[in-house]
C-alpha cells in the first residue's frame, strides 16, 4: 500500500511538472535581438619611450631622464603617477684591441590622457632630443560604465523593437520569458588586425593647440553590445 502511494504521488509529480512545462512552451512570445553601438574617444594613451646611449658613462642617460620629467613635469603631466620606468638594458661588447662599447637602452612608458597632452609630450621630449616615441595602446578609464551602459541600451532597443512590432498587429508585450547576451565586443583601434586600424590610429590635424603643438586626434574605441530576449505576447 505504501508503494501504491509513493508511486502515484511520483506520478503526480511528473504529471504537475509536465503541464506547467507545457503551459511554459504554449505562452505566445515575440523573440528580438537589441543591438547598441558606442565610440569614445581615448583618454589613456600610452606612449613608449626608448632612450639610448653608447658610452662608457651612465650618468647621460641619468640626466636624459632628469630633463624628461623637467620637460613632462612643466606641461602638466603628473610624473609620479603617469611616467614609470619599463625596462632597462645593457650590452657590452669587447674588442681586440681592448676598447669597450657600452651600449645603455632605457625604456619608458607615459601615459597622457588626451590628444592635445599627447602633442604637447612629443613636442616637449623632441625638445630636447628624444625623438623614438611610439604608441603602444589605447584605454578608456571608465570602459566597465561605458559597457554597462551600452547593456541597458541593448535591452532597450529590444524592447522598443517588440513594442512596435507588436502595435502592428494590435497586440502588447508583456514579461520577459527569456535573455540572452549574444554578443560584446570592444574594439581597441591599435590592436584592431582586420581592419587596417594601425595606420589611421591618429591623425595630426592643422590645428594648434595654445603652446603651439600639433592637435592629435586618435580613432575611437568601438563597444557592440548584442542581447536577445523573448517578450510575453499579450
Given amino acids: 500500500m505504501k508503494k501504491l502511494i509513493a508511486v502515484a504521488f511520483v506520478f503526480l509529480s511528473f504529471m504537475t511538472f509536465a503541464q506547467g512545462q507545457k503551459n511554459f512552451l504554449d505562452v505566445n512570445y515575440i523573440e528580438v535581438t537589441g543591438k547598441t553601438v558606442r565610440e569614445v574617444v581615448p583618454d589613456m594613451i600610452y606612449l613608449n619611450i626608448v632612450v639610448s646611449e653608447q658610452d662608457s658613462k651612465r650618468t647621460n642617460i641619468e640626466a636624459m631622464e632628469r630633463k624628461m620629467m623637467k620637460a613632462l613635469f612643466s606641461i602638466g603631466v603628473d610624473v609620479k603617477k603617469d611616467f614609470r620606468v619599463k625596462d632597462f638594458s645593457s650590452n657590452f661588447q669587447r674588442y681586440f ?30 625638445s630636447i632630443g628624444v625623438s623614438n616615441i611610439s604608441i603602444e595602446k589605447l584605454r578608456h578609464s571608465n570602459i566597465d560604465e561605458i559597457k554597462m551602459k551600452a547593456k541597458i541600451d541593448a535591452v532597450k532597443d529590444a524592447r522598443m523593437k517588440a513594442k512596435v512590432m507588436t502595435k502592428e498587429l494590435g497586440q502588447s508585450i508583456g514579461k520577459a520569458l527569456y535573455v540572452r547576451e549574444q554578443n560584446e565586443y570592444i574594439r581597441y583601434p591599435l590592436e584592431d588586425k582586420y581592419r587596417g586600424a594601425r595606420p589611421m590610429l591618429m591623425r595630426v590635424s592643422g590645428a594648434q593647440n595654445d603652446s603651439g603643438a600639433p592637435e592629435i586626434e586618435f580613432k575611437q574605441i568601438r563597444i557592440e553590445y548584442t542581447v536577445n530576449i523573448r517578450f510575453e505576447l499579450l
Avoid at 684591441?97 to 616637449?124: C, F, P, R, W
Wanted: hydrophobic residues 45%; without cysteine; neutral net charge.
Fill in 97 to 126: 684591441l681592448k676598447k669597450t662599447d657600452i651600449k645603455t637602452t632605457k625604456e619608458y612608458e607615459l601615459i597622457v590622457h588626451s590628444g592635445a597632452m599627447a602633442g604637447n609630450a612629443l613636442v616637449a621630449l623632441e
